[in-house]
């Protein structure tokens, strides 16, 4: 719709500052992103496909899938919860929990991992029950969970919240009245109006769950083919001066990324061309 | 389906939104329920399809308590004043949707479903538009689509909250005629909420006049025309022009010209006259009787003409005159006004202030701060 709003580029003004839009990004984005790969692809695609097949970067990849199979669903189903509850009850401290759900985009994920530790390490509050049970949670694949999880929360339900408030709570109202129950109401009209939403809100969560590095570092502990997820483990590798071998590691998750993009630019196509994807209806 | 509604009360916070509401609706009726925002109707709506729950107060459907079940159970189509289609969902689907969701076992089959959906396509008169989703649609469609899907599950009861609303006036008088005839081909009790009260007026069997929480007069649309309960139904319903006057006798005293009193045995007093403009005169002869007036402006089409004038204290008044009397009147030119018929309203007995006559179109209507003594 934008782009039928706005009118073709043919006067010299404008051409300029989209050259120069264009320029900055090749060079702050584009630049960066070939140099990932050419440095990957350094010493030839032996080396390049030598990397993945070393264990510590298997369980690496491993481990950050993982964190995201299990950190997506539960997003998801805390965001529904909470976007559900946000835009269609009226409840004291309500305001409070819009907050809450946008603090750990605010805060630096340094300390969403170090809360986990001042709350379950050693000599965390809750470390000596936790220990005297036998759970190892900080320096161990739990702690990661926990991290990823923390920092990806606002991901999925920030992307609801707004649909659905939007949306309002007529649609249900009227199921109820034509007799359909919570969970038919909620599968038949809740979820299928927010569907690309979620998915989006999906895909930027698994994103960022499988890039994460700053709370997952300090719950790691750094201990090679055990608690290192990729984006660990390519900074191991770069520190250890193995240049292939970190870029090689990088390659793999920008191509992640680059693939989360794709697939998001074209559930918003899809979303576009079908009329009832949408939360508007026309005038 | 016999609706009895008994007394009912709902507060919002201090408002109290229905104090103590009582009505009936007869099997097959339609009712409008009228009056200004705030009056309660829409409240009332929604207690009868489940989405409030009144404090207390009674409501049966054919002896049955239906305050005990749940909206879910109520079998009642509500059509919403925004419509509320389900989105992404097409026509067929949405009008589909009260049978599929039914549970197994009372579930009809897939091909009855779909033969249903097709007599209500027809019945609603948007054959061929089951494929189209909502956002596709005018208007006038998704309303027609709203009641469909509404009719689908047969209701006990058919309820509507202005569903013309959001509608041009023209989409508007053709659809009011079609509900009607919907609900004359189905016979199901039909209960619509609105604030206008010409609609109101042309759709219903009887009109049930709100204001307050409270039901002002429930009757026939000619019924609150001819013999409004309160000066409150009386100004709802049309065009008003006030005016100070006293009561004698049963009959109106005015500067200059006496009138009719509409209450049956009106007690002697002060209070302020509310007349229509169809019941009121304009004379410009010489030696007419009646209070001084000036011509201020006269519009109209058709055989009548409402002529606009004022009094010396600044008050204007609405006379509406058929053609012929009217074009013998100028703008500036001096008349003389008298009423026919009053209906006095005896708790306003402000001294005549200047005032435009009451209308009811929008536009002309201010909102009323408490500070305004009107």
């Not at chain 2, 956002?135 to 309303?143: F, P, T």
């Amino acid at each position: 719709m934008n782009a039928a709003a706005a009118r073709r580029v043919d006067r010299p003004g404008p051409l300029v500052l989209v050259m120069v839009a264009v320029a900055w990004l090749l060079v702050v984005i584009g630049l960066p992103l070939a140099t990932v790969v050419v440095q990957a692809l350094a010493k030839g695609l032996g080396v390049f496909f030598g990397t993945f097949r070393q264990p510590d970067a298997v369980a690496a990849i491993r481990l950050t899938l993982l964190a995201a199979a299990i950190a997506v669903p539960l997003n998801a189903a805390f965001g529904l919860a909470a976007a559900w509850s946000i835009a269609k009850f009226e409840f004291r401290g309500k305001s409070l929990l819009i907050t809450l759900i946008d603090l750990p985009l605010s805060m630096s994920p340094v300390i969403s991992g170090l809360v986990w530790v001042l709350l379950l390490g050693a000599r965390g509050w809750f470390g000596p029950v936790l220990a005297a049970a036998g759970v190892k949670v900080i320096f161990a694949v739990p702690g990661i969970v926990l991290a990823t999880i923390l920092v990806t929360v606002p991901l999925i339900a920030r992307e609801l919240i707004p649909l659905m408030i939007e949306q309002g709570t007529e649609e249900e109202l009227a199921a109820t009245t034509l007799g359909a129950g919570g969970w038919s109401v909620f599968f038949r009209v809740t979820l299928p109006n927010v569907r690309w939403a979620l998915l989006h809100g999906v895909l930027l969560c698994n994103a960022r769950a499988m890039g994460e590095f700053g709370a997952v570092s300090v719950l790691s502990g750094h201990i090679r083919g055990v608690t290192e997820t990729l984006p660990l483990h390519i900074e191991a590798l770069y520190n250890d001066y193995d240049f292939a071998g970190a870029f090689s590691a990088a390659s793999l998750l920008a191509g992640l990324a680059i693939v989360t993009l794709i697939a998001k630019t074209a559930l918003e196509r899809a979303g576009a061309v079908n009329p009832s994807s949408r939360g508007f209806h026309a005038p | 389906m016999t609706l009895t509604i008994d007394r009912v009360y709902k507060q919002f916070g201090r408002f109290p939104a229905l104090a103590g509401v009582s009505l009936e609706a007869r099997d097959g009726e339609f009712l409008t329920l009228l009056g200004p925002s705030g009056s309660g109707k829409t409240t009332l709506l929604r207690v009868l399809a489940g989405l409030d729950r009144p404090d207390h107060g009674c409501v049966f459907l054919d002896g049955q308590d239906f305050l005990a079940l749940s909206a879910r159970e109520r079998r009642v189509g509500l059509v919403f004043q925004q419509y509320a289609l389900f989105r992404h969902m097409t026509v067929a689907q949405n009008i589909a949707f009260g049978l599929d969701v039914r549970p197994r076992r009372t579930r009809p089959p897939r091909a009855t479903i779909k033969q249903r959906v097709q007599e209500l396509l027809a019945l609603t008169q948007i054959e061929g538009l089951g494929g189209r989703y909502p956002a596709q649609l005018s208007g006038g469609q998704r309303q027609r689509v709203a009641v469909a899907r509404a009719l689908a599950v047969e209701p006990r009861l058919l309820l509507l909250d202005e569903p013309f609303g959001a509608l041009d006036a023209k989409v508007r008088k053709e659809l009011r005629d079609e509900l009607r005839r919907i609900h004359d081909a189905t016979g199901v009790t039909t209960i619509l909420v609105t604030h206008d009260q010409e609609e109101a007026m042309a759709l219903a069997d009887r009109v049930v006049l709100m204001n307050a929480g409270r039901v002002e007069q429930i009757g026939a649309p000619w019924e609150l025309d001819d013999a409004p309960a309160s000066p409150f139904v009386f100004a709802f319903l049309g065009e008003t022009n006030r005016l100070a006057c006293e009561v004698r006798g049963g009959v109106a005293r005015f500067e200059g010209f006496t009138a009719e009193v509409r209450q049956p045995a009106a007690a002697d007093g002060r209070g302020t006259a509310l007349f229509r403009p169809y019941d009121t005169r304009l004379d410009a002869s010489a030696n007419a009787e009646g209070l001084p007036v000036r011509v201020v402006d006269v519009r109209g089409r058709g055989g009548v003409r409402a002529v606009e004038c004022q009094a010396l204290s600044g008050q204007r008044f609405i006379a509406e005159l058929p053609q012929s009397a009217a074009d013998r009147l100028e703008v500036g030119q001096r008349a003389r006004l008298t009423a026919r018929r009053v209906m006095v309203d005896f708790a306003d007995t402000e001294p005549v202030r200047p005032r435009a006559p009451e209308r009811l179109a929008p536009r002309e209507r201010r909102p009323i701060s408490p500070s305004d003594p009107s």
